[in-house]
């Protein structure tokens, strides 16, 4: 059912903000690399819930379909991060006045996060829980390597990048402070925002890897995608 709510979230987002996507992205002539990066943000982020509400509630799925797809959501949310990083870095840099310092840094800190990543991608296994009764339906994440070490490090290694990442642009705003500045006033509070948000949604993954019983372990790994 996290799943499933977050699903109708994703939709419901989609539906609510189509009308200024046609007037701001469809209408202007030219894609930029920002729009390029939104939209791979946009359009892959249905996708992948696709695969995981057919994943956990199909009971027809047998145990071949589940290690086939298992993946799948997992590297579509690597290349929705990706993007989304790639905003976020592209972001910093301007704000930065185009230092090249910076570019560098970030850029390295998104490198060694896609690393962690992949590392934790390549020890991903299917969960049996037939065997639970059948009451129990669903494709659900395990690894080979118990207990689920690489999976919680992905979600550590994403809470260090955006804290980096929004910490940086919070002090370049404050930095401007004297400008009285609508815009950086917006990119203040909305980034204080997302890093408390991600926050809150990285550290319960990290507790229900560490703590949930293994048909439960990626219960709300769904959110962490919005």
């Known amino acids: 059912m996290f799943a499933l709510a977050a699903f109708v979230m994703v939709i419901y987002d989609f539906l609510l903000t189509l009308g ?44 071949t379909d589940c290690e086939r797809w298992i993946r799948y959501p997992q590297i579509l949310r690597l290349v929705i991060f990706l993007s989304l990083g790639g905003y976020f870095v592209l972001r910093l840099y301007a704000l930065w006045g185009r230092h090249k310092n910076v570019l560098w840094l970030s850029c390295m800190l998104m490198i060694a996060f896609t690393g962690v990543k992949i590392w934790a991608i390549l020890d991903m296994e299917a969960l049996k829980v037939g065997y639970e009764g059948p009451q129990y339906v669903g494709c659900f994440v395990a690894t080979r390597h118990p207990p689920y070490v690489r999976y919680v490090y992905t979600y550590v290694s994403e809470v260090v990048f955006d804290i980096v990442i929004m910490a940086a642009t919070i002090y370049r705003c404050y930095t401007f402070r004297g400008l009285n500045s609508p815009l950086l006033s917006i990119l203040k509070r909305e980034s204080f925002l997302y890093l408390l948000i991600i926050m809150i949604v990285s550290l319960t993954n990290v507790l229900m890897f560490c703590l949930a019983p293994p048909n439960m372990k990626n219960l709300v790994t769904s959110f962490s995608g919005l």
């Not at 030219?30 to 956990?56: E, H, K, Q």
């Open 20 to 63: 200024d996507e046609v007037d701001i992205i469809w209408k202007r002539e030219g894609f930029s690399v920002v729009t390029c990066l939104w939209c791979v943000n946009r359009y892959l982020t249905p996708l992948s819930y696709a695969v995981i509400i057919v994943a956990f509630h199909d009971p027809r799925w047998s145990d």
